[in-house]
């Protein structure tokens, strides 16, 4: 009792300090640009990590479709947030549809407090959309096992992304051309909460609800059919319920996070979400371990971090006197992040967290553990 009352006291804090951080880097955000973008990306691809962990990681379903529900999301939110009055310098190649710019004019016209919520309920919108694909495509998909299943979701991820890109899309998504004058960040509480900690506000909620939902007797269930599929059949456990009901939970925070996404950058198109993104997300959750949330969390914030920002100066050529070094230039940078990713594989080859979740105890016993050495020292 006295160590639960402590750990609640240690994270009270911690959330505290975190907080009073992201205040005093909004009104800094001007001379740290760059940490604010890192951080901000870092928290929206932390949720599909987690996401994508509760599919692969909890129920052992090796999924290679998140980032086609990413750009469902992603796409649902740009549409419903564009500003009716700059809809036609959206899409200015074929006009918007119809009844885009009825829907439009209809909320522009509706009281205020629908206008401040709105930007929420085009998340929560563009994740029900994103879940209910994935309740359709679910049921012929999940039966599908280990790589097969990653190729279904992979093409369907390409699917997805070729629609939208499609000319017959053109009035609706704007085809090859993306969409763009998307609305930044909401504040949250009439201001009390500035734009910059929205997402965190938001991501966080998301992943405490994952974090329910894995220590619930359904994540035990999902558990269960990880390790033994024909054992957790035989204990009762209904195989198809469960994986379609992760898949599809999965689906719907990947497609928050896509809606998250749009508001970061402004503007999007289809190659956004190629591939390319899924084996981003994919890294992250292996690099962070399959099967901790919190691993995926702080790899995410590691990965984005690293990529974006910490080896920058390897892209810029370097002089010292006289002589150029040599392979400092555009791309370098890529090529040590993956020798520094090769390391980190070698140590620690569980992920850094392995299956482990971040714990007030581990870190205090460690403590003691290092005193007692140093005493017999």
Known sequence: MIKIKRNNIYTIVTLALLLVFLYWLNANRLQNGMLVS????GVILALVAVSMNLLNGFTGLFSLGQAGF???????TAILLIPVQNLDGVYYMNGVHPAIRAFKTMVASSPEFIQIIFPFIALLLGGLLAAFAAALVGIAVLRLKSDYLAIATLGLS???RAIFSSPQFDQITNGSYGLNKIPNFPPMLWGAIPSLITPFIVVTFCIIFIMMLIKSSYGRAFKAIREDEIAAEAMGINLFKHKEMSFVISSFFSAVAGGLLAMYMRSIEAKTFSITLTYDILLIVVIGGIGSVTGSVLSAFLVTAAKEWWL???DQPLTIGTFEVPLFRTGFRMVIFSILLMIVVLIY?????????FSWDRIINRFKKREKEAAHE
């Open 312 to 314: 920058r100066f390897f």
């Open 158 to 160: 390409e699917i997805v």
């Open 70 to 76: 990413m750009s469902i999301g992603a796409y649902t």
């Open 349 to 357: 080859r569980r992920g850094l967290m392995g299956t482990n979740e």
């Open 38 to 41: 890192v951080l901000q990306k």
